[in-house]
Structure formats: structure tokens, C-alpha cells
């Protein structure tokens, strides 16, 4: 993973100290207009997209549908679903706003997860265990139920999502990839590590964290998409209005895309690798660059995004310059974290001679390249990097 580090107390207050002199975010044309939605809905001035799609009816009961049933099912009510988003976005309140429906396109979404959950396809490892029935030799080696590491509002995030009280972030244990420099190692690689957490525990936590001022809802890890179908039940449970942000390595199936695309206000994914050589060298992931840019394309499409490229020593040629150049030309609505922070943990921290090449920070002259092609380019990064 690369997205949001756990930070220490230190520099929790730094980072807040830090905020406190940060311009307002918001002043910037470009972000307003590329995080328009989702501005939108952290002031409660439209809601956010999950609870749009708790007042879609569905006319039967989901649970009694067979799975080629609720696929159906789902493509149908998410054009009623589009059209009343289109609505909202539009400033209109749409005329027939059923409220509490019996049965909603959430609802077919949390049952399509829990169908899925006995032949694991959430993410692209394809496992098909079946976690319900407690099987764990999946990748991520989770069964049914999500852990949870930590929560709390964080303040180390971009500005916009920090706004003035912080994002809301909830850390999930295990993750999808390997990676051999991961930051969290000690909650993304030990599935056991946190406490478990039922949906409606965590739509406590959501109601809570939002309660308490967070500017968004900040699903991560480990990676957050093992952990899907309790993540659509809290938010199944819960009625507060927060936007919903997604952190993640994006090495989801087009499945689980299909079904998580309409519930997201804000995509924060991970954008790493350049190719799949670098991918399964320090990652261990196979078909990492086909999988991710697909599910950025997606992302896109379906939402506001900020894509972080985390810059890597030796890596500005054959990682970060073909993201850059991918996202200028099929993100171009996307803002851009090009973060300059990385330096040597978890295996390359222990073997440094075995991970020579990435065992040092990126130097100056590597994040002055990764600053001037993402000029060159056209991307905004300025406001978020
Ligand atoms: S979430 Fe991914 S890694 Fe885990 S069991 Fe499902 S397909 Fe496998």
C-alpha cells in the first residue's frame, strides 16, 4: 500500500501545526472545480452518493433473487440511480424523493457482495475461496469478517480532504499486494492484527468520526477492498451525510468496481507502478498496470480523484513519467499528489543490499524530473502535492 501512513503522535501534531498555515485549499480554482462534487457534499449541500442510493427502490426482495437476477437487477436501477444523481448535480431536487424504500439498490448491492463472498472475486487474485464458510487462503487471507487497526481524524492528508477537521480515515488490516517498502507492513501484512468490526460497529465509528467535524469518510489499510461487503452494509446503516472516500491500490475486479463506482464521492488511488516488471519485483502483483489503469479510467468516469504517484529513487523513467502521461491523457479531470516522501521501510529496510536500487530517498534532482514532466504535462499537482 502507499496511501494513508499511521502517523505518530509527533508528527500528528506537526502535521496539524502545519495545517494550521496551509492557504485555504479551497481558493484554488482548479480544485474547487474538479472536486466540485464532492465539496458538495461535505458542506451538506447535496447528498452523498450512497444515500442516493438508498432511496432507489428495488421492487422485490434481494435476498430471494438468484445472482444473474440481481446483476439485472442492478443495471437497471443504476440508470434510475444516474438520472437522480444527474439531478442533484444539476441543483434539483428530483420531484419523487421516496424515502426508506422496503427494499433499495444499496440493498441489491450488499447482497451481490455477500453472493460474491463464496467465491471471492473482490479483487483481481481471484481466489474464489469462500470466505463465509471461514476459508482464509485467499491472498489477503481474510474470511468473512473486517478488522479494523485504527480510526481517527487525520491530519497528514491532502487539504482538500483535511479541510478543517480532518479526514476521517479507518485503517482495515491485510492488504492485496506484497509490497517489499510498505509503510503500514505491521497492519497490511498480519491479518490478525486490530479488532474485528461488525457493520454496525462501523457505521458507529462513520456516524462518530463525521459527528466529530471529518471532512469525509477515509476507507484504507492494509487496502480496504478485501473488507467491501461490510463496508456497503455500514453504510446501509448509517443515515448521516459524509462524503465517502476510497484509498486504495485499485486492484479491484471490474465486478466489485461495478458495484463500489456508485457509493464513492472521492477516489484517492494509488498509482505506483509504470509496468508489471516493477510491479511483481516490489509489489508481487501480476497484470498491475492493465488492472489499476483500468480501474482509474472507471474511477474517473464516476467521480471526483485525486491520484497519488508516490515518486521512487531510480523509478522517474520507467514509473513515474509513463503514470504522469497515462493520467494526463485518460484522468484529465484528475488532480495529482506527486509525493516526494518516500524512503526505505518494512524488507528494504531489513536488506538493503537485497533492494539496493530503492534503498535510499528519491533524490532532489528525481523530484525536480517528476515536477517538470507533470508541468510539461498540463497535470494540477501544486495544490495537493
Ligand atoms: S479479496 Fe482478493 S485476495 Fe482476498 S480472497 Fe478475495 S479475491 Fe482473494
Redesign the pocket.
Known amino acids: 500500500m502507499g496511501h494513508a501512513k499511521v502517523p505518530d503522535p509527533k508528527e500528528e501534531f506537526l502535521g496539524r501545526l502545519l495545517r494550521h498555515y496551509i492557504t485555504d485549499a479551497w481558493r484554488d480554482q482548479a480544485v474547487r472545480e474538479r472536486l466540485s462534487w464532492y465539496y458538495s457534499v461535505l458542506r451538506d449541500l447535496r447528498p452523498s452518493k450512497f444515500l442516493i442510493c438508498k432511496e432507489v427502490a428495488c421492487e422485490d426482495d434481494p435476498g430471494l433473487m438468484t445472482e444473474a437476477q440481481l446483476w439485472r437487477e442492478h443495471g437497471r436501477l443504476r440508470l434510475e440511480f444516474l438520472n437522480r444523481l444527474r439531478e442533484f448535480r444539476e441543483g434539483e431536487i428530483p420531484s419523487e424523493r421516496s424515502q426508506n424504500p422496503q427494499f433499495s439498490f444499496l440493498d441489491v448491492k450488499v447482497e451481490l457482495l455477500n453472493r460474491i463472498l463464496r467465491k471471492?472475486?473482490?479483487?483481481?487474485?481471484?481466489?474464489?475461496?469462500d470466505?463465509v464458510e471461514g476459508e482464509r487462503?485467499?491472498?489477503?487471507?481474510?474470511g468473512s469478517t473486517a478488522r479494523v487497526a485504527t480510526f481517527f481524524r487525520h491530519f497528514g492528508e491532502e487539504p482538500p480532504l483535511v479541510d478543517r477537521h480532518g479526514s476521517g480515515t479507518i485503517f482495515f488490516t491485510?492488504c492485496?499486494f506484497r509490497c517489499v517498502m510498505c509503510q503500514n507492513w505491521d497492519i497490511s501484512q498480519d491479518p490478525d492484527a486490530g479488532a474485528p468490526v461488525s457493520p454496525g460497529n462501523l457505521s458507529l465509528i462513520i456516524r462518530s468520526l463525521r459527528g466529530e467535524g471529518a471532512a469525509n469518510i477515509n476507507f484504507v489499510g492494509g487496502e480496504p477492498?478485501?473488507n467491501?461487503h461490510i463496508i456497503l452494509e455500514a453504510l446501509n446503516l448509517t443515515s448521516v451525510n459524509v462524503p465517502i472516500l476510497w484509498n486504495s491500490n485499485m486492484?479491484l475486479?471490474r465486478e466489485a468496481m461495478q458495484i463500489l463506482a456508485d457509493v464513492v464521492d472521492i477516489w484517492l488511488p494509488d498509482f505506483k507502478w509504470g509496468n508489471d516488471r516493477c510491479a511483481l519485483k516490489y509489489s508481487r502483483i501480476v497484470r498491475y498496470f492493465e488492472v489499476v489503469s483500468r480501474n482509474h479510467a472507471i474511477a474517473h468516469e464516476n467521480g471526483d480523484m485525486i491520484v497519488r504517484h508516490l515518486v521512487m529513487p531510480g523509478h522517474v523513467e520507467c514509473c513515474t513519467k509513463p503514470i504522469l502521461g497515462w493520467v494526463a491523457e485518460n484522468c484529465p479531470r484528475a488532480l495529482v499528489n506527486v509525493m516526494s516522501q518516500y524512503r526505505p521501510e518494512h524488507f528494504v529496510l531489513r536488506e538493503p543490499e537485497k533492494y539496493r536500487e530503492i534503498a535510499r530517498c528519491p533524490s532532489t534532482q528525481e523530484i525536480g524530473e517528476a515536477y517538470a514532466y507533470a508541468d510539461q504535462l498540463g497535470l494540477v499537482w501544486k495544490p495537493v502535492s
Do not use: N, Q
Open positions: 471471492c472475486v473482490f479483487c483481481e487474485w481471484r481466489c474464489k475461496v470466505r487462503e485467499g491472498a489477503c487471507h481474510l491485510s492485496t477492498t478485501p467491501l486492484y475486479t
